[in-house]
């Protein structure tokens, strides 16, 4: 019953969350719509995504947030050194592919984004048989070492949150 009635309940309150934080309005009629909404949005949705992914370890998840966060700050220092005292032409960009073990199209789009989100690299391309993501760097010069960053820093801690 619960299922039918709410078949995604992190996602509606998430989204309830996310309204009450676009609108900056902490009323009680602003919680009400974003729960009306995030219901709304969770049900018509759920059609398109019949199983729900399984996150088993939550303390692994605030672990991943704050490792997230953490490279986030170094990288936009980084980032800013890069740009006010290198020249773009000394700059060591490259593309570089990184081979997947993780399964799940929920742990893959969120190592995609997270990738995206660190300052610095972008997540590219995702191959068509899923196992591999094309990521564009713009400094470095050890391309199997950025890959080895990678999967120890995210992809490690995602499997442990997703499989």
């Known amino acids: 019953m619960r299922a039918r009635f ?28 974003g729960l009306l909404l995030g219901l709304a949005v969770s049900k018509l ?6 199983r729900r992914p399984r996150i088993r370890n939550v303390p692994a998840i605030i672990e991943y ?3 997230v966060m953490w490279d986030i700050i170094v990288s936009n220092v980084l980032v800013a050194y ?11 960009s490259r ?16 190592l995609a984004g ?3 989100l660190t300052p610095g ?9 899923g196992s591999a993501l094309l990521v564009h760097c713009l400094e470095t010069d050890d391309a199997e070492g950025t890959v080895a960053a990678i999967k120890s820093r995210y992809e490690r801690r995602l499997m442990r949150i997703f499989q």
């Open 6 to 33: 709410l078949p995604h309940p992190l996602l509606a309150a998430t989204l309830a969350l996310v309204w009450v934080l676009l609108t900056n309005d902490f009323s009680w009629g602003a919680v009400a719509f």
């Open 45 to 50: 949705t759920s059609v398109y995504w019949p």
């Open 65 to 67: 947030t704050g490792i």
């Open 82 to 92: 890069l740009i006010l005292f290198r020249r773009g032409t000394s700059l060591r």
């Open 95 to 110: 593309f570089v592919m990184v081979p997947l073990e993780l399964e799940s199209p929920e742990a893959i789009a969120v």
């Open 114 to 116: 997270t990738i995206t």
């Open 121 to 129: 690299t972008v997540t590219a391309d995702l191959s068509a048989d």
